[in-house]
Nanobody
Framework: QVQLVESGGGLVQPGGSLRLSCAAS????????MGWYRQAPGKQRELVAA???????NYADSVKGRFTISRDNAKNTVYLQMNSLKPEDTAVYYCNAPIVGGNLREYDYWGQGTQVTVSS
């Protein structure tokens, strides 16, 4: 059974920083891309950042220059370093990854979500 477990959310003041982590565990054959999404109240879920196994990255325009996605392939873990946080970054952040399991079938997995609140 594959699962994604997130950690690192919390309450931070504007201008502060947080680091999110997401670890994939279970019977994993391969993971190509891993990403972070977020969903604010009353809004649709949106892509924040994504990274391939080769290190290619993609960011939403709203977080470019402030957020950095990275990955440890050996640990099947993806990170999101968030700096210069703004109140509009407040949302539930979800980790996502299409994962090929031990049965060599690919499924799309989501973490349980972690709350990030930026407020003074």
């Amino acid at each position: 059974q594959v699962q994604l477990v997130e950690s690192g959310g919390g309450l931070v003041q504007p201008g502060g920083s947080l680091r999110l982590s997401c670890a994939a565990s279970g019977s994993i054959f391969s993971i190509y891309a891993m990403g972070w999404y977020r969903q604010a109240p009353g809004k649709q879920r949106e892509l924040v950042a994504a990274i391939t196994s080769g290190g290619s990255t993609n960011y939403a325009d709203s977080v470019k220059g402030r957020f950095t996605i990275s990955r440890d392939n050996a640990k099947n873990t993806v990170y999101l370093q968030m700096n210069s946080l703004k109140p509009e970054d407040t949302a539930v952040y979800y980790c996502n990854a299409p994962i090929v399991g031990g049965n060599l079938r690919e499924y799309d997995y989501w973490g349980q979500g972690t709350q990030v609140t930026v407020s003074s």
